[in-house]
Every structure is written in C-alpha cells, then in structure tokens.
C-alpha cells in the first residue's frame, strides 16, 4: 500500500485533456513539494514535473502539475499515443523522514 | 552530459549482502546540495525510495529498510554505493539511481532528475 494514492488507471482519446490525481496527508503532499515522474514501458522513469509545478526543459508544455493542501494532480492536455506510460508522483514525507511514491497510473490512449 | 550507472550483480542468494554501484558523470558528487538517491521497483509494481546521500554526506534511508540499507559515496572515483543484507526473494527488483537537486518551495523540495536505466537483480536460491 503506497503512502500516496493515485488512481491505478486513467485513459483518454487523442487530443483529450487527462487528469491524474495525487492524494496525501500533512506529512508529506500537505508540507513539502511534489514531483511527477513518467515511466514509458520497459524504460526508466523520467521528470516531469518537479516543485509541484516546473517543467524541466525539454518537457511539452503540454503537462502541467497543481498542487492543493494535500493533494496533487497531474494535467496532460493534447493527449499523445506516445503519452501511454505510467505515472508516477513522489514527495519526501517528514513523519517517515524518507522519500514517498504513488501506487502509479497506467494511462491508456484510447 | 550527466548520465549515472548502476553495476552489481544480476543474481543473489537468499540471506546473502547485495553491493550495488552507482558511478556518475557529467556532476561531481561535491557539488553543493547534491546527491544520489537510490530506487527500485520490482516487476509490475510501484517505484520504491530505498536512500539518499547528499555532498555534505547527510544521508536518509526508507524507515522499513533503514537496519538493512547502507549508502556510502567515493567522490573521487564519482560513486555511489548502496548495500542490503539479508537479501530475500521479496527484494527481486530493479534497482535505479538518479540525481537529486534541490527545486522551490516549502519544505523538503528535492528532486530526481537524471535516472540511470537500472540493474535488475534476482533473489534465489
């Protein structure tokens, strides 16, 4: 049971908007910033997204991420087939003083 | 260019110590407020956050491995080492490495930038 939760699947058609959802606790979402990793299939996972909201360079703006009290999401405007991977969000939570992940979100391109 | 690469070995017996190495280019492990962090994710399942070591030498490890973990770094040969006793069948995974900066904001904001593409390491007997 991952500390946060993320819906196990989401989908969307070509061109959709999706949203991917983050739920945490004070400890971790709620005090600290969130990231979002991308895990195309069969690769290693690549940011996405760091400090709740920044994109690295290279990144489309095409994904965007939010953060609200202790949840998180992840937007992904003009859905891409190549965007069907899992994703994944982390943030450090102080009770466990350690690092957290998310159970991930298959995103399937319909 | 920063790329980082993990080594060790692709099969452990049971109750045995795992060594892996994470050896990094493109950065130097003294670099202020960087570190390396250590991840694994076994097949068909969610990353997992195993430890971090920063240039200063801080360090952090998963409060459910902290008594099996151990995370060291070489500056000057650029790596990283992470051991784990007592190996299971459970701990069949791939094991990552990335970078780790700091971003913005409140609180603990670091971050994973560059990964490497993992060692797969097997637990059997």
Redesign the interface.
């Known amino acids: 049971q991952?500390v946060l939760t993320q819906p196990p699947s989401a989908s969307g058609t070509p061109g959709q908007r999706v949203t991917i959802s983050c739920s945490g606790s004070s400890s971790n979402i709620g005090?600290?910033?969130v990231?979002w990793?991308q895990?195309l299939p069969g690769?290693?996972?690549?940011?996405l997204i760091?400090?709740?909201n920044?994109r690295?360079s290279g990144v489309p703006d095409r994904f965007s991420g939010s953060k609200s009290g202790t949840s998180a999401s992840l937007a992904i405007s003009g859905l891409q087939s190549e965007d069907e991977a899992d994703y994944?969000c982390?943030?450090?939570d102080?009770s466990?003083?350690?690092?957290?992940?998310?159970?991930?979100t298959k995103l399937t391109v319909l | 260019q920063v790329t980082l690469k993990e080594s060790g070995p692709v099969l452990v017996k049971p109750t045995e110590t795992l060594t892996l190495t994470c050896t990094v280019s493109g950065f130097s492990l003294s670099n202020a407020r960087m570190g390396v962090?250590w991840?694994r994710q076994p097949p068909g399942k969610?990353?997992?956050?195993l430890a971090?070591i920063f240039s200063n030498d801080e360090k952090?490890?998963?409060?459910s491995l902290k008594s099996r973990l151990t995370i060291s770094k070489d500056t000057s040969k650029s790596q990283v080492v992470l051991t784990m006793t007592n190996m299971d069948p459970v701990d069949t995974a791939t094991y990552?490495c990335?970078r780790t900066l700091p971003?913005?904001?409140?609180?603990?904001?670091?971050?994973?930038?560059?990964?490497?593409?993992?060692t797969t390491v097997t637990v059997s007997s």
């Open positions: 991952s005090s600290n910033t990231n990793y895990q690769t290693a996972p690549k940011l760091y400090s709740n920044q690295p994944y982390a943030a450090w102080d466990l003083n350690g690092g957290v992940f998310g159970g991930g | 962090s991840i969610a990353l997992e956050w971090h952090s490890y998963s409060t990552y990335a971003g913005k904001g409140q609180g603990y904001y670091y971050y994973m930038d560059v990964w490497g593409k993992g």
